[in-house]
């Protein structure tokens, strides 16, 4: 198992930047994907980004070339930082890890808002 707890979120204006984190409670070196999701109420849940264990990593054409993930696995700790923020941005983001095919866990998540 692997507990996950986002932080970084808060009120930003558009054109801002903001970096979430997601800290997992053991070592994240052998986990094959972490990743961010976001949701808006009344919405599913959509993908953002992933970062693979090799340092592989996909995003959604919405965030591409905005948002960068990244990983530090001394620190146990996923990284998503945010430029050039739009208001459609605004979203609970939660972080996911996927240690093998069958199992993924999620954090709480953290709220993002951005103002205009």
């Known amino acids: 198992q692997v507990q996950l707890v986002e932080s970084g979120g808060g009120l930003v204006q558009a054109g801002g930047s903001l970096t979430l984190s997601c800290a997992a409670s053991?070592?994240?070196?052998?986990?094959?994907?972490m990743g961010w999701y976001r949701q808006v109420p009344g919405k599913q849940r959509e993908f953002v980004a992933r970062?693979?264990?090799?340092?592989?990593?996909n995003y959604a054409d919405s965030v591409k070339d905005r948002f960068t993930i990244s990983r530090d696995n001394a620190k146990n700790t996923v990284y998503l930082q945010m430029n050039s923020l739009k208001r459609e941005d605004t979203a609970v983001y939660y972080c996911n890890a996927i240690p093998d095919v069958k199992s993924i866990y999620w954090g709480q998540g953290t709220q993002v808002t951005v103002s205009s």
């Open positions: 970062v693979t264990s090799s340092g592989g990593t």
């Open positions: 053991r070592s994240i070196f052998s986990i094959n994907s």
